[in-house]
C-alpha cells in the first residue's frame, strides 16, 4: 500500500517511475540481472575456448618435451593424459576467471535488490535527471521508505 501510495504521488508530480515487486514488474522485465546467471553464462562462455586450448597446449607440451610422466600410458596415451590435464587446467582457469567465484558468493546491487524482492519488499525506480530525482526524493521521503538509493552513474536511480 505503501509502495502503490508512493507511486501515485510521484505520478501526480509528473515523475516517471517504476515499481517493482509481486504483483508490478518483475526484476527480470526491468532489466535487473542476477549476478548469479551473469557469472553463469561468463563461465560456460570461459569454457567454451579455454578447455579446448587447454587440451591443445597439454599434449603439444606433452608431444614437444617428450616426458613419460605416465609409463602405463604408453607414448601416444602420454600426450592424450598431456591434453586431458591440459584441458582441466583451462576448466579450472574458466572457473576462477569466468566467474566461479560470483557464482557462490553473488555480488553487486543487483542481488541487494532482488533479496528484498523475494522478501516480499517493493522497489519504487525513478530514471529521470538530477533535478527531478531531487524532486523525487524529497516526495519518496515523506512515506519513511526502508532505503533510498541513488545512482547517477548508471542513470538508473532506486
Known amino acids: 500500500m505503501k509502495a502503490e501510495a508512493a507511486y501515485l504521488a510521484l505520478e501526480k508530480q509528473e515523475i516517471q517511475s517504476t515499481i517493482i515487486g509481486k504483483g508490478y514488474k518483475t526484476a527480470d522485465e526491468f532489466g535487473l540481472v542476477d549476478p548469479k ?11 567454451l575456448w ?11 607440451f606433452s608431444f614437444i618435451t617428450d616426458l613419460q610422466t605416465f609409463a602405463w600410458a604408453g607414448e601416444i596415451g602420454n600426450h592424450i593424459v598431456g591434453g586431458l590435464l591440459g584441458a ?7 572457473i576462477f576467471v569466468g566467474g566461479g567465484f560470483g ?9 541487494t535488490y532482488r533479496n ?3 522478501a516480499n519488499k517493493y522497489l519504487i525506480v525513478v530514471q529521470e ?7 523525487a ?13 541513488d545512482y547517477t552513474d548508471l542513470n538508473l536511480r532506486y
Open 88 to 94: 582441466l587446467s583451462g576448466a579450472l582457469g574458466s
Open 129 to 135: 535527471s538530477e533535478n527531478t530525482t531531487y524532486r
Open 37 to 47: 546467471e551473469s557469472a553463469r553464462k561468463q563461465l560456460k562462455l570461459m569454457a
Open 50 to 60: 579455454l578447455v579446448p586450448f587447454g587440451f591443445f597446449a597439454g599434449s603439444s
Open 116 to 118: 528484498r524482492l523475494n
Open 137 to 149: 526524493r524529497l516526495i519518496l521521503r515523506q512515506f519513511d521508505p526502508e532505503n533510498l538509493q
Open 103 to 111: 557464482l557462490l558468493t553473488g555480488s553487486g546491487n543487483a542481488l
